[in-house]
C-alpha cells in the first residue's frame, strides 16, 4: 500500500495521519528495523503501524523479558504473533532482577541519584533535617551528594535533582535508606 493510500485510510486525524507518514518514512529508508515490543498499548499500535507501512519482512521484532513479567503479558505476546503473522524475539538478561537486586543492591530512580545516594551512605549519612552547610560541616567528603540532598543545585539542570521528586527528600528522612537497604549503582549498569 503506497503512503498516500494508507493515509487516506486512515481516520480523519492530523495526529495519526502524521505517525503513519513518519512510520512510512522510516520503514522505506531502512532495509533492516529492529522493534523492540513491550506488550503494552504504545508497542502494539507500533507493531501495527509498523507491518501498514511494509516493513513486514525487514523488521525484527524483540521483547526484552527482565523476569518480573505477568503471565498475561507473556500471553499477550503470543496473541500478537498470532494475529499479525510474525515472530517476537524473546531475549532474557544475564541476570534477572530479582538475583541483581539480591547481589547489588535496590536500584533507585536513576544511575545519578543512586550514586549520590549511595555516597552519603558509604559515610554514614544520617538522613537529618538540616541545611546544606550544617550538613558540610558534618559530612565533609559528601560535598555534591549532601547539595542533591539538601536542593541547592548551584544551576543544575539535571531532571534528576532531589526537589524534582516531590516529597522524596521527606520520605528519606522519615525512612532512611540504611545499610539493609543499600541503594547500589552496580545494579543499573548496563553490561556489554
Partial sequence: MDI????????DNFVIQN?????????DSHNKILCSISGGSDSDVM?????????RGKTDFVFFDTGLEYKATLEHLDNLE????????RCKPVKPIPVCVKEYGIPFWSKYASE???????????????DYNTLVDKYPKCKSAIRWFCNESSG??????????????E??????????????VACMQRRR
Avoid at 47 to 55: A, I, K, T, V, Y
Avoid at 82 to 89: D, L, R, S, T
Avoid at 156 to 169: E, G, K, V
Avoid at 171 to 184: D, H, S
Wanted: charged residues 20%; hydrophobic residues 40%; glycine residues 6%.
Fill in 47 to 55: 507493531l501495527d503501524m509498523m507491518l501498514r507501512c511494509g516493513s
Fill in 156 to 169: 543544575s539542570t539535571t531532571q534528576f535533582i532531589i526537589n524534582r521528586a516531590p516529597y522524596m527528600r
Fill in 82 to 89: 498470532g494475529k499479525y503473522g510474525v515472530h517476537i524475539e
Fill in 116 to 130: 549520590l545516594i549511595s555516597r552519603l551512605q558509604t559515610h554514614d549519612f544520617q538522613w537529618e533535617d538540616s
Fill in 171 to 184: 520520605y528519606m528522612i522519615n525512612y532512611p535508606p540504611g545499610l539493609k537497604y543499600r541503594i547500589n
Fill in 4 to 11: 498516500n493510500s494508507l493515509i487516506s485510510a486512515a481516520p
Fill in 19 to 27: 505517525a503513519l507518514a513518519k512510520c512510512a518514512e522510516v520503514v
